[in-house]
Nanobody, 124 residues
Framework: QVQLVESGGGLVQAGGSLRLSCAASGRTFSINGMGWFRQAPGKEREFVAAIRWSGRSTSYVDSVKGRFTISRDNAKNTVYLQMNSLKPEDTAVYYC?????????????????WGRGTQVTVSS
């Protein structure tokens, strides 16, 4: 099993920045990739970004390209999501997920482990 704990959410004004962290523990050697998803009230969970546990490959949803950056620190078993130029439409609960297979999956069903989420609220 892998346990994931997100942190770093909060309230920020439009145009501001936040950095989310996701700390993984347990059988982290089984992880091939990590992803960030978000879910706004009344909406489906949406893919945001993904990164392979090794190498440099990343993937982003179009709406965050150029504003968000996913990165990882393997020594700390932690993945980050740096969010700049935040917009009110970025408001959501952000979830971290771990994938044992492909490493850059954009479908939520492809992920095996999930954190509990952290709230991000962007005020206009």
């Amino acid at each position: 099993q892998v346990q994931l704990v997100e942190s770093g959410g909060g309230l920020v004004q439009a145009g501001g920045s936040l950095r989310l962290s996701c700390a993984a523990s347990g059988r982290t050697f089984s992880i091939n990739g990590m992803g960030w998803f978000r879910q706004a009230p009344g909406k489906e969970r949406e893919f945001v970004a993904a990164i392979r546990w090794s190498g440099r490959s990343t993937s982003y949803v179009d709406s965050v390209k150029g504003r968000f950056t996913i990165s990882r620190d393997n020594a700390k078993n932690t993945v980050y999501l740096q969010m700049n130029s935040l917009k009110p439409e970025d408001t959501a609960v952000y979830y971290c997920a771990a994938d044992r297979d492909s490493g850059l999956a954009i479908q939520a069903l492809r992920y095996d482990y999930w954190g509990r989420g952290t709230q991000v609220t962007v005020s206009s």
